[in-house]
């Protein structure tokens, strides 16, 4: 069974072929140096940048699989959460190709998908479970105890994961996106040099908190602190800190397998530390922990079984709990 599956939810236009649950193409349009000018995402540029392209990956997607848009059996794509425009221009197009193509359409939660993608590599890995979206919109943490049931232990209470890589690298005058450019320069730094604490360390719950350590990045500048060492510290700190609420929900619901999917699970210092904790870790393999079509793909794949196919006139959904 072949499916396309569309996200453009955000600033990335992601179009994924899928066959039979794998993965054949996937193809992101990333649009990065569009808005970098302005210090964050314009919405609006972000749609018409998607409706400029979104056809052109399609057709990109199928030529790699020697696939001809007839062959499609269903077309999935992401309803939400997001930038409302955005999510239009990619739900609407796969509305429409599964109307003229005559085949179903699958709507899709954008967490659902980042989290079918940790599974892509691990197809042996069952419920019960925990999963960790991390990214630059989101940092949910879910207990997953059986297929399709989704338990919100805990989430940020102010920036997510990304977003604090992010804004932490553009006040060390990193590019963007902060995450990759803080890994490498942390490489050349010294931690111990510099002084920031792991927020929420007294807490009971699962809650995150990133945006005291944007300030106290922005502090240690004003002090002096090479951006290296402050870098290597920033890292550390957010990766001791999401260990310590992974670890406490593991000891309290007593589960030891854990999905880390998003943006920042590629974070190397992040999966190192994680890697001692004694769980068994389901990462996405490459390609698949940013946003990107195949997730979606996938996620339609694996839950078709639960899910019949979506009404076209369902509406896209910018605030989507899961
Ligand atoms: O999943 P994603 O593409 O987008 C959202 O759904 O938001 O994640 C992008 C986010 C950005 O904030 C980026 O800085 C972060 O993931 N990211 C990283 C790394 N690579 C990407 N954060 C930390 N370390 C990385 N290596
Ligand atoms: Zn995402």
């Known amino acids: 069974m072949w499916i396309l599956g569309i996200d453009t939810s955000c600033d990335d236009t992601g179009v994924g072929l899928v066959q039979d649950g794998r993965v054949v193409a996937n193809q992101v349009a990333s649009q990065t140096l569009l808005h970098q000018h302005y210090g964050g995402v314009v919405p609006e540029l972000a749609s018409r940048e ?9 057709e990109e997607v199928l030529r790699q699989a020697g696939l001809g848009v007839e062959k499609l059996d269903l077309v999935a794509a992401t309803r939400g959460p997001g930038l409302i425009g ?3 221009v990619g739900f609407t197009y796969a509305k429409g190709l599964a109307f003229a193509l005559r085949k179903p359409f699958v709507a899709v939660h954008h967490l ?6 940790a599974l892509a590599e691990h197809p042996e890995v069952r419920p019960p479970f925990l999963a960790l979206v991390a990214s630059g919109g989101h940092t949910h943490l879910f207990e997953v105890p ?7 232990l805990g989430a940020t209470l102010d920036d997510a994961a990304g977003e604090a890589f992010d804004k932490s690298a553009r006040l060390l005058g990193l590019g963007y996106p902060g995450g990759p450019e803080i890994e490498r320069l942390a490489a050349q730094g010294d931690p111990a040099r510099v002084p920031l604490s792991v927020p929420l360390q007294d807490q009971e719950g699962f809650s995150f908190s ?3 350590l944007k300030t106290a990045v922005a502090r240690a500048l004003e002090k002096g602190h090479a951006p290296a060492d402050i870098a290597a510290r920033f890292q550390e700190v957010a990766v001791e800190h999401i260990a310590q609420v992974v670890g406490r929900a593991a000891r309290k619901t007593g589960l030891t ?3 880390v999917t998003g943006g920042v699970a590629q974070n190397q210092a992040l999966r190192a530390r994680l890697q001692g904790m004694g769980l068994r870790l389901c990462f996405p393999p490459r390609g698949l922990a940013t946003d990107n079509g195949a997730m979606i793909a996938l996620a339609a794949w694996h839950t078709l079984g639960r899910c019949s196919k979506s009404n076209l006139h369902l509406p896209a959904a910018p605030y989507l709990p899961l």
């Open 257 to 259: 397998t854990l999905l």
């Open 112 to 117: 659902e998908g980042h989290i079918y993608a």
């Open 210 to 212: 990133f945006s005291g």
């Open 86 to 88: 955005a999510l239009l």
């Open 146 to 152: 059986a297929w399709g049931v989704y338990r919100l």
């Open 50 to 58: 998607h409706v400029r392209v979104i056809d052109g990956l399609v």
